[in-house]
T-cell receptor, first 112, second 111 residues
Framework: GENVEQHPSTLSVQEGDSAVIKCTYS??????FPWYKQELGKGPQLIID?????GEKKDQRIAVTLNKTAKHFSLHITETQPEDSAVYFC???????????FGTGTSLTVIP | DTAVSQTPKYLVTQMGNDKSIKCEQN?????MYWYKQDSKKFLKIMFS???????INETVPNRFSPKSPDKAHLNLHINSLELGDSAVYFC??????????FGPGTRLLVL
């Protein structure tokens, strides 16, 4: 089955700096890669996703890049703000179906 | 609001009790899920269900059983609760070609 590894497990950045979270996957059949943000006391919320037919996707201050050859994808947050502090999860799946695997999470702290 | 909702938000109970957690989605999604999140924040799939198929993670004890009265609801029933069942339980739903949408979670504490 798929194995999704996520690094780092914790990340602290100064407000205004960029944050990068990286994930690798093992199953070359995976073609859908979402990222979730989980704030304290809440459920994971989908913030951005990318499919295997594109290499990069942006939405305001967040972007995701995908390298299919190397089987890794990354979340980039620019101009970080304190409200970006949360746990971020990557995931890899085949067609958003039952074969859907989460990474182990990254706890991001943005220091004001 | 269109969303995935769960009740209760908090559940404190004694070992050995039986409890249920309810989940409803008004998104028109055809598949619903239950996840368990432990203290280390790992998200572990327990069940996925649509009107055709129930898929059970083989590591889930048979004390846990999903019940779906209709397409918009997937409840989780737990028999003979144990201390190790303490965790946050999330319901989620999805439709083909969309990511999973999660509910707010139910924080279960077994004493």
């Amino acid at each position: 089955g798929e194995n999704v590894e996520q690094h780092p497990s914790t990340l602290s950045v100064q407000e205004g700096d960029s944050a990068v979270i990286k994930c690798t996957y093992s199953d070359s059949a995976s073609n859908y890669f979402p990222w979730y943000k989980q704030e304290l006391g809440k459920g994971p919320q989908l913030i951005i996703d990318i499919r295997s037919n594109v290499g990069e996707k942006k939405d305001q201050r967040i972007a995701v890049t995908l390298n299919k050859t190397a089987k890794h994808f990354s979340l980039h947050i620019t101009e970080t703000q304190p409200e970006d502090s949360a746990v971020y999860f990557c995931a890899a799946s085949i067609n958003t179906g039952n074969q859907f695997y989460f990474g182990t999470g990254t706890s991001l702290t943005v220091i004001p | 609001d269109t969303a995935v909702s769960q009740t209760p938000k908090y559940l404190v109970t004694q070992m050995g009790n039986d409890k249920s957690i309810k989940c409803e989605q008004n998104l028109g999604h055809d598949t619903m899920y239950w996840y368990k999140q432990d203290s280390k924040k790992f998200l572990k799939i327990m069940f996925s269900y649509n009107n055709k198929e129930l898929i059970i993670n083989e590591t889930v004890p048979n004390r846990f059983s999903p019940k779906s009265p209709d397409k918009a609801h997937l409840n989780l029933h737990i028999n003979s609760l144990e201390l190790g069942d303490s965790a946050v339980y999330f319901c989620a739903s999805s439709q083909a070609l969309t990511g999973r949408q999660f509910g707010p979670g139910t924080r279960l504490l077994v004493l």
